[in-house]
T-cell receptor, first 113, second 109 residues
């Protein structure tokens, strides 16, 4: 069966510090991968998605970046965090067929102080 | 633009029935998803509709009207564990999900 992992689970970082969140998927190959952010009481905002190694599409221009160095690994990064980067970051995958639902990882709660 | 509307919060009684509505406007349409999200946890998939009509899955049912840009999630025989946020998401012509802000459902004994 397929599983998706995210770490860390929680993170408290000062403004201006760097960020690296990691997501890995097991039990599947060539998945579509997604990074979302959810602010308190808000819907999910798609940040990046990837249909293959090295292929990243950015939905929202901001100080975040994403990389996919391996088929089942998706990394979200920032060089300098802003207060507005606080939120619940969710990684998701689907098998790549357009109509399939997305499966979410456990999420990372990021607080920027 | 693309938009999803759903009520912010609803309250219902244990054992009762509740209907959560969702209206959507998207560039193209490739289906409507409902997810459940407990506080502090990731969303989990509940249902997918792409054709008009009602899909029933146990205590949960989902309805879609493509001509009206409207869907609802129906929860029967409510249990305390159903207290959660329910997210509506429409898939656009690029197969990207457009998410609503979620409806927080509070179940009272």
């Amino acid at each position: 069966s397929q599983t998706i992992h995210q770490w860390p689970a929680t993170l408290v970082q000062p403004v201006g510090s760097p960020l690296s969140l990691e997501c890995t998927v097991e039990g599947t190959s060539n998945p579509n991968l997604y990074w979302y952010r959810q602010a308190a009481g808000r819907g999910l905002q798609l940040l990046f998605y990837s249909v293959g190694i090295g292929q990243i599409s950015s939905e929202v221009p901001q100080n975040l970046s994403a990389s996919r160095p391996q088929d089942r690994q998706f990394i979200l990064s920032s060089k300098k965090l802003l207060l507005s980067d606080s939120g619940f970051y969710l990684c998701a995958w689907n098998p790549g067929r357009e109509y399939n639902e997305q499966f979410f990882g456990p999420g990372t709660r990021l607080t920027v102080l | 633009g693309q938009n999803i509307d759903q009520p912010t919060e609803m309250t219902a009684t244990e054992g009762a029935i509740v209907q959560i509505n969702c209206t959507y406007q998207t560039s193209g349409f490739n289906g409507l998803f409902w997810y459940q999200q407990h506080a502090g946890e990731a969303p989990t998939f509940l249902s997918y509709n792409v054709l008009d009509g009602l899909e029933e899955k146990g205590r949960f049912s989902s309805f879609l009207s493509r001509s009206k840009g409207y869907s609802y999630l129906l929860l029967k025989e409510l249990q305390m564990k159903d207290s959660a946020s329910y997210l509506c998401a429409a898939m656009d012509s690029n197969y990207q999900l457009i998410w609503g802000a979620g409806t927080k459902l509070i179940i009272k004994p």
